[in-house]
């Protein structure tokens, strides 16, 4: 029997932050693109931009806490050709219209200017949906001391829900700030929200991990 097995700790944990860049969340990116021309896809373009103030919160939280803070980024060669998820799916709009879609070197890759990384924060690179999945994510936190992930970002069901599923599998405790993470419709965001809580994840605001970490002042 398991013994002295600890939840969540705020005191060994990183604030991550998953693929806020331009073409998921800027009203002028690919996410947004495809909102206007395919309006039957019901991407809804508000919810996913209405992180943005919450995940900043949260970094400058963390910062004032001396506690770490990680980006996640998915950025790919122009032909895709190093795509670890099934882009031609994914990408269809934007390949029908010319445009290019978290493509290295473009706007649309970069972290939206709100959520500039500072000086000294890592900013890792992944191919497909998952922070931990061949990327140096597990190295960086073990060297750092992190024994908790505190997840934000998009999207909920994909990318987020991902990085949480293998950070699990890596033995981190997860929690996931449920007004800081978003999906391209409400009703799949609150389903994979309940899904999290019940197995891989504790659920919390922002307003409760930022209660948490002024406990370290």
């Known amino acids: 029997m398991l013994k002295d097995v600890k939840g969540p700790d705020i005191a060994t944990a990183a604030l991550i932050i998953v693929d806020m860049q331009n073409d998921f969340v800027h009203e002028n990116g690919g996410f947004a693109h495809e909102a206007r021309e395919h309006p039957e896809a019901q991407i809804d373009i508000p919810f996913l931009m209405g992180t943005i103030p919450n995940v900043a919160r949260l970094a ?28 031609w799916r994914a990408t269809k709009g934007s390949t029908e219209n010319n445009r290019t879609f978290i493509v290295e070197g473009t706007w649309g890759a970069k972290v939206i200017d709100e959520l500039t990384p500072q000086a000294g924060e890592h900013v890792v690179v992944k191919k497909g949906f998952g922070g931990f999945a061949n990327t140096r994510l597990d190295t960086i936190l073990r060297n750092m001391g992190v024994t908790t992930c505190v997840v934000t970002g998009v999207t909920t069901c994909v990318c987020v829900s991902t990085t949480i599923r293998g950070g699990v599998e890596n033995n981190y405790r997860m929690i996931i700030v449920k007004d ?38």
């Open 180 to 217: 800081a993470v978003a999906e391209v419709n409400r009703q799949d965001h609150e389903a994979e929200l309940r899904t999290m809580q019940r197995i891989f994840a504790d659920v919390k605001s922002s307003d409760d991990v930022i209660a948490m970490l002024k406990d370290l002042r």
């Open 60 to 87: 400058d939280a963390f910062r004032d806490a001396r506690r770490p803070v990680l980006y996640i980024t998915h950025v790919l060669k122009p032909d895709y050709s190093d795509a670890a998820f099934p882009y």
